[in-house]
């Protein structure tokens, strides 16, 4: 069973990479990179600071970075554990695939996947009242995880698995938030 999984992951990944062109290579290149999404993250703390009291902004922005360093650790910790190769480092799949990232650090699972995950469920959860349009946030961390089967160095399951502690992470810190710091700023739950 876990090795037609694997069979099936590798194969999924094998198709999916191979629908690129060379003509989207930049936009996805581009995508896949942090720095890209600079401007995202400052609408995220203009937006906290505008829609809350100074205090529970304040305190969403620390829970944000929180969220951060705990995605980060728990990410490079599980890929350190799991030590899964890269498609783009595996001789045996990589003169078949697409290659635009050479990253050497594991697969296992999706950095990108996670964080973005993580931290557009908190934003979610945070600013879902105060903005009708919120949803869109969800658009960054579908971009941002696909991109990674582009270019070549996730597999499905990693993007899937990342996906799903991410936003586990996210709903955590936000009910952490909820639980222990708000309380005590003399704010009210907002749910």
């Known amino acids: 069973m876990f090795e037609e999984l694997l069979e099936w992951d590798r194969d999924t990944f094998i198709y999916l990479n191979g629908l690129g062109i060379e003509a989207q290579d930049g936009f996805w290149v581009t995508i896949t990179d942090i720095l890209?999404?600079?401007p995202l993250?400052?609408?995220f703390v203009v937006l906290l600071v505008r829609k809350f009291p100074k205090k529970e902004a304040v305190a969403a922005i620390v829970t944000f970075m929180a969220l951060v360093i705990f995605?980060?650790?728990l990410t490079d910790f599980t890929k350190q554990i799991v030590a899964?190769?890269?498609p783009n480092n595996d001789a045996s799949i990589n003169t078949l695939i697409r290659i635009l990232r050479n990253p050497s650090s594991y697969s296992f699972f999706s950095g990108h996947a996670s964080s973005s995950f993580s931290i557009t469920v908190l934003?979610?959860?945070f600013l879902r009242k105060q903005l009708n349009w919120a949803l869109l946030f969800f658009i960054w961390p579908l971009l941002?995880?696909?991109s990674r089967?582009?270019?070549g160095v996730h597999y499905p399951s990693d993007i899937i698995?990342?996906?799903l502690v991410g936003i586990a992470s996210g709903m955590l810190f936000y009910r952490l938030n909820e639980r222990f710091i708000l309380p005590y700023l003399g704010s009210g739950h907002r749910e």
């Open 84 to 86: 899964r190769l890269r």
């Open 161 to 163: 698995v990342g996906a």
């Open 36 to 38: 890209t999404w600079i």
């Open 71 to 73: 995605i980060t650790l």
């Open 144 to 146: 941002f995880s696909t």
């Open 123 to 125: 934003m979610y959860l």
């Open 149 to 151: 089967i582009y270019v």
């Open 41 to 43: 993250f400052m609408l």
